[in-house]
């Protein structure tokens, strides 16, 4: 038997047996909507039960036959490939019910809607939305919700080995070589899980209390939480005209962008330290800045009633900036001076370890710390610089790490944008749709995919593309593109 072949035939295994048990578990989850549709008198819960029983007999096939012979250490190589691997193939089967339903749309659109709904971008394809069987609609919020858990979960399992993430999601004190709020990773990942449904029944709760139906509560919860922006309504939250609703899932929104170790150190003692996490501080105070100047210029521009503009900016801000794409109406016509704002905003994203897109909040604070070590470099050349990040220095790895991504970044939003001219697509959509699937924000800019709009007139390879991005930008982009390297398996 050639070398490494064991090795190899290890990691297949490994792979097939945790899709099939993600395989099982989506299946399962297809019964909620199933339940939904068959009490509402929808024929549609027979496509739920349908695909949901065919997928758990297929998984649980694979699973058996796959038991054993993983592989004895659990190396990076193999974290990459299983997470990109589990997401795609989440998405794949996650996609059957929206192409066997009654509604009219390709394979092609069905994967872009649930890949937008897995990594939480929002962007849709489907439109009619107040017409749709309740089932469906719980679909696309279950599948948002269960993108924003996961992505938690797979931020503590995957991303402390690279340098950027250990640095920004476990900065805090520890007793051994990682950093960790509580002894057992296990324990970290339980107490984020309790924390994302206590934050969603929060949620829910609030947006009953303040005039939403249960079963819309319930669904804009999900989507809040996972900062996926899905509505059950063509006008978003538009189609509730109310501005405490507005105002609760503009505090929501923020805390869902939050690192979510946050909430396990509150109740740990001597532990909460919100303030000491810089991305913290840069995060919320760009909202507020960014909100006050938006509401400033309408006051100034179209003479809206600053208490009204200021409710209607921080909503519609912070949605953009925290990537959950809602709308209660179509920003891009409030003036030229807000649309900078909020292009600049679609950059940016959360902090590290939430559900949030983009950038991220830490990333910005050690370019900006970077920066302005190298110009004080400048006038002090012999000085020794060190970047320090919170209490603790920034090591070359990390500074590196965060370089890269930045540049992958807008590599991955120029190719992006080149592709989609070339299939015809205007550069305005072209641009704005690939920056809005990799920063995972939702709705783009011009008349197409705007706020107002959606993905649905674009061709099919389009929207392959845009999932394509929408993968890169919620995996981090390093994670699903160090597997295109041959010399990642040379050994």
């Known amino acids: 038997m050639p070398p490494g072949q064991t090795g190899a035939r290890a990691i297949l295994k490994t792979v097939f047996h945790v899709c099939s048990i993600f395989g099982i578990t989506v299946s399962g989850a297809m019964l909620v909507p199933a339940?939904?549709?068959?009490?509402?008198?929808?024929?549609?819960?027979?496509?739920?039960?349908?695909?949901?029983?065919?997928?758990?007999?297929?998984?649980?096939?694979?699973?058996?036959?796959t038991r054993g012979g993983r592989p004895e250490v659990f190396s990076q190589k193999l974290g990459f490939l299983l997470v990109t691997t589990v997401w795609i193939f989440t998405s794949a089967i996650g996609a059957l019910p929206l192409y066997f339903s009654s509604i009219n749309i390709t394979y092609a659109g069905a994967f872009f809607e649930a890949m937008s709904g897995l990594t939480t971008t929002g962007s849709t394809v489907i439109s009619g939305l107040d017409a749709l069987p309740r089932g469906l609609l719980l679909w696309r919020s279950l599948l948002q919700w269960m993108g924003g858990i996961g992505i938690i979960v797979m931020v503590i399992l995957i991303l402390p080995s690279l340098s950027a993430g250990g640095l920004s999601l476990f900065h805090m004190e520890s007793s051994d070589r990682s950093d960790k709020v509580l002894p057992r990773v296990n324990q970290l990942a339980a107490g984020l899980i309790t924390a994302y449904l206590t934050l969603t029944f929060l949620c829910a709760l609030s947006y009953f209390a303040l005039g939403m139906g249960v079963f819309d509560a319930a669904n804009h919860a999900m989507t809040t939480l996972a900062t996926g922006g899905y509505s059950t309504h063509d006008a978003s939250m538009g189609y509730f005209d109310n501005r405490g609703i507005l105002v609760a899932s503009t505090i929501f929104m923020a805390l869902a962008a939050l690192p979510f170790v946050v909430y396990i150190?509150?109740?740990?003692?001597?532990?909460?330290?919100?303030?000491?996490?810089?991305?913290?501080?840069?995060?919320?105070?760009?909202?507020?800045?960014?909100?006050?100047?938006?509401?400033?210029?309408?006051?100034?521009?179209?003479?809206?009633?600053?208490?009204e503009a200021l409710i209607s900016s921080s909503f519609h801000l912070v949605s953009v900036i925290t990537t959950t794409g809602y709308a209660a109406e179509d920003y891009t016509l409030w003036s030229n001076a807000?649309?900078?704002?909020f292009f600049l905003a679609m950059f940016l994203g959360g902090c590290a370890g939430s559900t949030a897109g983009g950038i991220k909040a830490n990333r910005l604070v050690i370019l900006f710390l970077l920066v302005r070590a190298n110009f004080r470099s400048l006038i002090r050349p012999h000085a020794v610089q060190r970047i320090k990040y919170g209490n603790e220095e920034v090591s070359v790895e990390v500074i590196q790490t965060v370089t890269i991504f930045v540049f992958l970044f807008f590599g991955a939003l120029l190719v992006g944008t080149v592709l989609l001219m070339i299939l015809g697509i205007d550069i305005i959509t072209a641009f704005s749709g690939s920056l809005t699937a990799l920063s995972n924000v939702g709705p783009g800019f011009g008349q197409i995919i705007g706020p107002a709009g959606n993905f649905s007139s674009l061709s099919d390879p389009a929207l392959w593309i845009l999932s394509t991005i929408m993968l890169l930008g919620r995996l981090e982009l390093v994670t699903v593109l160090v597997l295109l390297f041959p010399s990642v398996w040379a050994d």
């Open 338 to 341: 807000a649309i900078g704002i």
């Open 265 to 307: 150190r509150a109740f740990l003692p001597r532990r909460f330290q919100l303030w000491s996490d810089p991305q913290v501080v840069v995060f919320l105070l760009t909202c507020v800045a960014m909100s006050f100047a938006i509401a400033v210029t309408r006051r100034v521009i179209n003479d809206t009633p600053f208490g």
């Open 35 to 65: 339940l939904i549709d068959f009490a509402d008198g929808s024929k549609d819960w027979q496509i739920f039960v349908g695909t949901g029983s065919l997928i758990a007999a297929a998984c649980s096939l694979v699973a058996v036959a």
